[in-house]
């Protein structure tokens, strides 16, 4: 009797992957530097520690002068676990987040030295529909990417693109002049 009524709820939970469980610490800051210039993004959390409250900071500093661009990230929501790329000029950067949460949109997002968005791209706009069939998640996170952390996201200096390697080891190569996806996404 208990397996009739509960059966269709404990599939249904399987299903949606709810019953996967994970740990997770989550991320207060992302660092990464070039000859010329120092990115950090940071975790403001207020001191009510109340999430709600909390929000993402950008941080671009010149090295020679010290003048610093700073600003806030709205589209990064409190639980991310951010990877942080900027161009050689200093001009660009982008921040992916890659396994957090369950969202599908603002995944890759671009922006000026100034925090003016120039592109937000999600899953669906990275993978190809085979791709997007393979998605799995847990209890807080997903996976559409590779689990190989160095292969994740790439930086290339020579054309000023990030590479991301998808879960099934396909190259998608995002530019960080103007956000668009250098190499196309098959579908």
Not at 90 to 111: E, N, Q, S
Request: aromatic content about 8%; proline content about 3%.
């Amino acid at each position: 009797m208990f397996y009739q009524r509960f059966a269709p709820i404990a599939s249904v939970l399987c299903t949606l992957n709810l019953a996967h469980t994970d740990s997770c610490v989550f991320a207060k800051n992302a660092l990464t530097s070039n000859t010329r210039f120092i990115l950090e993004i940071q975790l403001e959390e207020d001191r009510s520690k109340d999430p709600l409250k909390a929000f993402w900071s950008y941080t671009l500093t010149e090295r020679i002068s010290g003048k610093k661009y700073q600003g806030r990230i709205p589209q990064l929501e409190y639980h991310a676990h951010p990877t942080v790329y900027l161009s050689e000029d200093g001009k660009r950067f982008a921040i992916l987040d890659p396994i957090a949460d369950h969202r599908d949109k603002d995944r890759f997002i671009v922006f000026t030295q100034d925090g003016k968005q120039i592109i937000s791209l999600g899953i669906n706009d990275i993978l190809n529909m085979e791709e997007q069939s393979k998605v799995t998640s847990s209890i807080s996170h997903i996976r559409w990417l590779s689990l190989n952390e160095n292969t994740i996201g790439l930086f290339s200096k020579a054309d000023n693109t990030v590479t991301l390697t998808t879960m099934l080891g396909r190259k998608v190569a995002i530019s960080l002049t103007n956000g668009k996806i250098v190499k196309p996404v098959e579908r």
